[in-house]
Nanobody
Framework: QVQLVGSGGGLVQAGGSLRLSCVASGRAFGTYAMAWFRQAPGKEREFVGG????????DYPSSVKGRFTISRDNAKNTLYLQMNSLQPDDTAVYYC?????????????????WGEGTLVTVSS
């Protein structure tokens, strides 16, 4: 089994930046795709970025493309999400996730393991 621990959330003003981190244990980090999802109050959990096991391929929805960057450091078993130009609509609990294969994750149905989540609040 894989355990995921996310961190880095907090309160930031609109236009600011945050970097989220997720440390994985219990399984070799570099052998599966990973992703970030978020869930805002009253809304369904949504995809915000995915990355292949090598880090060579990434995928983003239009809502965050150009502002968010997903990356990974397999030597440190760590996944990152760099978030720039944050807006109040980005306020949500952010969850890191891992799959069991090599394909990019794009929906919650692709996820095998979830982190507990870290709260990001963007004030206006």
């Amino acid at each position: 089994q894989v355990q995921l621990v996310g961190s880095g959330g907090g309160l930031v003003q609109a236009g600011g930046s945050l970097r989220l981190s997720c440390v994985a244990s219990g399984r070799a980090f570099g052998t599966y795709a990973m992703a970030w999802f978020r869930q805002a109050p009253g809304k369904e959990r949504e995809f915000v970025g995915g990355i292949s096991w090598t880090g060579s391929s990434t995928d983003y929805p239009s809502s965050v493309k150009g502002r968010f960057t997903i990356s990974r450091d397999n030597a440190k078993n760590t996944l990152y999400l760099q978030m720039n130009s944050l807006q109040p609509d980005d306020t949500a609990v952010y969850y890191c996730a891992a799959g069991e294969g090599l394909r990019l994750l794009r929906t919650i149905h692709d996820v095998a393991y979830w982190g507990e989540g870290t709260l990001v609040t963007v004030s206006s």
